[in-house]
């Protein structure tokens, strides 16, 4: 992390990258933000404002400018309405209202540098946009991209400024990342479930034990009670070893791929294969699946046990079982209890009155909470924070979180 | 591109007019205010010195949270610029990786200056000519004057 960190620093300096120390470029010049001076109570007289106007035009960045002050002379008649506090953004050069509101304006950021503090809230998304296409999704946070600014705006201040959508987008993303790169959550195996639920919680509660006959350590989905063993990814092997299951594996592969035609799953037109990828298509109903298991593919799809194109670890690649249509908050609400609503899957392998029942978690992770404006991720961590440190041991656990 | 994105390439426009880097002028057009043309004197000392150069500034729509995108419109026997009909830069503050919101067309101006006084050989695009300028200088400098006059006068 703190590499991460050093090099977006590193970054922030335009380096030529070739003699750059003959040659330096300064982008700091005429760059360097005036401080946000309150313009309102007490408007100057109308000279300042036209001054003001002037500048308007020209190139001062960061200058407070009044509403009051561009209307001109109409602000002169009336007496003065508190007017809102204006200021120019230093990224976009457009002037906004500084409010406490997300979205459009300037949300006032109590200790913030002056860059940031005369960064628009719509530049602050942008941003935010930005890292989302990047990935770069291990700290969320916005550290300060100008030089020798060492400044770091956090999650919770962020939520607080950027758009619904974007905070939504942002929150999804961490949210993906943050179960594909740890290794405490696993995602159950069984197509038809897919859920995520922590191997820590299982701990707890003895669903993680050592195969008493000498197979690996498995635990149990809490939702389907499918088991899966925790050193090869694969379905619970009982008391043979990872290897074994393997060999086994890969001999029902073997078996599976001698057949040459099958009847399509789906309208039962005889289908042959000639080479190439399992992946097929119905001539007949235009059919998509897959020839060795005959599961349909679609965006859940998940390949049945012994299919060679079962991937062993589904976790590798996020975008694999995560995919774009299932709400990350679904999940979060699997986790906390709530059973997901899985989108139908085009030709499902399982009928679904086969499908395993959904049994409640036996223990909920965290606090039964409602996602607040601040966020999944940051109720994910305070729920982590709170598994830690429970809230008798540690009232403050929730301490200046819930700023609205 | 959104009004903001306008404002602030306006803004650095203003700005590069008041300090513009020597040697360069830069055609602007308001009403397509997403591409400028640079033109660009071989800087004094260096192989390209007497040259004309003309460089195309494109402004991305998400700008400024996206880098400009920098090509040589003019030929240049140059290891950091690509050796095709769109002569294009990548690199430092140019790659989409380096640059941050902060930064400004005049920095992006002036490292190409220096960049024609002084090659990044580490971050070629053409590396044959990076080698060259490293194991062979002469070969090099005699290359790049070559094209200065049959392109850039
Ligand atoms: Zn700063
Ligand atoms: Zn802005
Ligand atoms: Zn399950
Ligand atoms: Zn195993
Ligand atoms: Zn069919
Ligand atoms: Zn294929
Ligand atoms: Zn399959």
């Known amino acids: 992390m703190a590499r991460s960190l050093a090099t977006s620093r590193k970054g922030a300096i335009p380096a030529t990258g070739s003699g750059s120390s003959s040659h330096p470029i300064s982008i700091r010049d005429s760059n360097s933000p005036a401080p946000a001076v309150p313009v309102n109570p007490a408007p100057p007289a109308g000279r300042a404002g036209l001054r003001s106007e002037k500048k308007l035009g020209k190139i001062t960045a960061g200058q407070p400018v009044t509403k009051g002050n561009r209307a001109g002379k109409s602000a002169k008649k009336k007496e003065p309405k508190p007017q809102p506090l204006k200021k120019e953004c230093i990224i976009c050069i457009t002037t906004r209202q500084v409010s406490n509101c997300a979205g459009r304006g300037f949300k006032a950021i109590d200790g913030a540098c002056d860059h940031f503090q005369n960064t628009c809230n719509v530049c602050i998304g942008k941003m935010v946009k930005e890292k989302i296409i990047k990935r770069e999704l291990d700290e969320a946070v916005l550290v300060c991209a100008f030089p020798d600014c060492e400044h770091v705006l956090d999650y919770n201040t962020i939520m607080n400024m950027i758009f619904k959508a974007a905070r939504e987008n942002w929150d999804n993303a961490l949210l993906k990342h943050h179960f594909s790169t740890s290794d405490k959550y696993v995602a159950c195996l069984q197509a038809n479930c897919s859920r995520y639920f922590s191997i820590e919680d299982c701990d707890d509660n003895s669903s993680i034990f050592k195969s008493k006959t000498g197979g690996g350590r498995t635990v149990t989905c809490p939702y389907c009670e499918a088991d899966m063993c925790l050193e090869c990814m694969r379905p619970s092997h009982g008391t043979d070893s990872c290897d074994e299951a393997k060999l086994a594996e890969e001999n029902q592969s073997l078996e599976l791929i001698k057949d040459i035609s099958k009847p399509c799953p789906k309208c039962g037109a005889n289908i042959q294969k000639n080479g190439g990828c399992n992946h097929m298509k119905c001539r007949h109903c235009k059919h998509d699946f897959c020839f060795s298991c005959l599961v349909g593919f679609g965006p859940m799809m998940q390949h049945a046990e012994a299919c060679p194109e079962r991937h062993p670890n589904i976790l590798q690649d996020p975008r694999n079982w995560l995919p774009d249509n299932v709400n990350p908050a679904n999940w979060m609400a699997a986790m906390m209890g709530d059973p997901p609503e899985l989108p139908q899957q085009a030709g499902q392998a399982l009928p679904p009155a086969v499908r395993p029942p959904i049994n409640r978690p036996p223990n909920p992770v965290g606090p039964p909470q409602q996602p607040g404006p601040n966020g999944l991720f940051g109720l994910l961590q305070l729920m982590r924070a709170f598994a830690q440190n429970p809230p008798e041991a540690n009232g403050n656990a929730n301490g200046g979180q819930g700023q609205a | ?153």
């Not at chain 2, 903001?4 to 880097?21: L, V």
């Not at chain 2, 494109?58 to 140059?78: A, D, G």
Request: a neutral charge; glycine letters at 6%.
């Open chain 2, 1 to 153: 591109m959104s009004a903001s994105a306008k404002k602030r390439i306006m803004r650095e426009y203003t700005e590069c007019m008041k300090d513009t880097p020597a040697g360069m002028k830069i055609n602007f057009d308001e009403q397509n205010m997403t591409k400028w043309e640079v033109l660009m004197d071989g800087p004094e000392g260096s192989v390209y010195a007497g040259g004309h150069f003309k460089l195309e500034i494109i402004f991305p729509n998400e700008y400024p949270f996206k880098p400009p995108v920098v090509s040589f419109r003019t030929k240049i026997y140059h290891p950091n610029v690509s050796n095709d009909d769109k002569g294009s830069m990548c690199l430092g503050l140019l790659r989409p990786d380096e640059w941050k919101p902060p930064n400004k067309v005049v920095a992006v101006l002036r490292l190409i200056q220096s960049l024609m006084v002084e090659p990044n050989i580490d971050d070629a695009i053409e590396p044959s000519i990076g080698n060259e300028y490293k194991e062979n200088r002469k070969e090099f400098e005699k290359s790049a004057k070559d094209w200065v006059k049959r392109y850039a006068k």
